[in-house]
C-alpha cells in the first residue's frame, strides 16, 4: 500500500531472522485447525465425524474435531458461542514461540489480542490478517489436544 510502513516481520528479512528452537532448527508450526459457524450442533458433528473426523472436545455452543491420523481439525461454533469466531490456526510446538510471534507482529504494527492460556493447556492469542480475516496463533501441548470426551485420548501433533 503506497505511503504505509511497518516493519518486516523475522520471516520477511531472511530465514535467519525466522524464529528459531532451541536446537536451531526452524520454528515449527502448522496450519492446525479452521473454526467454522454452524446453525445446527448436532448435525454439523454428526456430518464431520461421517467424513472421518473423531469428536475431540465437546460443549453446549461448540466442538473440535480432528483427523485421527495427524491431528488437524475443524471447530464447530454454535450461533451463541461468542468467544471468537470463524478463523483458521497455526497451532506451534513451543508456547515461547507464541509470545515471540505475539511479540514480532506487534513490533510490527499488527493488532494483536492478548496472549491467553487456555483450560486445556493450549495457549493463543487472536489478530486479523491484511484483509480482515482472524487469525489464531495457538500452541498445541506435545502430546496433542486433550480431550473432553469420555474414552477419548488426544491425538499427538505429526512430528516434524
Do not use: K
Amino acid at each position: 500500500m503506497a505511503g504505509s510502513h511497518r516493519a518486516p516481520l523475522p520471516s520477511e528479512r531472511s530465514p535467519a531472522a525466522a524464529p528459531r528452537d532451541p536446537g536451531g532448527a526452524a520454528a515449527s508450526h502448522r496450519l492446525g485447525h479452521v473454526a467454522l459457524r454452524v446453525q445446527d450442533m448436532e448435525r454439523a458433528t454428526a456430518f464431520y465425524v461421517g467424513l472421518g473426523l473423531r469428536l475431540t472436545w465437546q460443549a453446549e455452543d461448540w466442538a473440535y474435531l480432528q483427523w485421527p491420523g495427524s491431528g488437524e481439525g475443524i471447530a464447530l461454533l454454535s450461533p451463541t458461542y461468542t468467544a471468537a469466531g470463524p478463523h483458521m490456526a497455526l497451532h506451534f510446538r513451543d508456547r515461547a514461540e507464541v509470545d515471540a510471534v505475539h511479540g514480532a507482529l506487534s513490533a510490527a504494527g499488527h493488532a494483536c489480542g492478548p496472549v491467553h492460556d487456555h483450560r486445556d493447556g493450549t495457549a493463543s492469542f487472536y489478530l486479523r490478517d491484511p484483509e480482515g480475516n482472524w487469525l489464531e496463533m495457538l500452541y498445541e501441548p506435545p502430546g496433542g489436544i486433550p480431550s473432553n470426551v469420555a474414552g477419548q485420548a488426544p491425538i499427538p501433533p505429526p512430528l516434524p
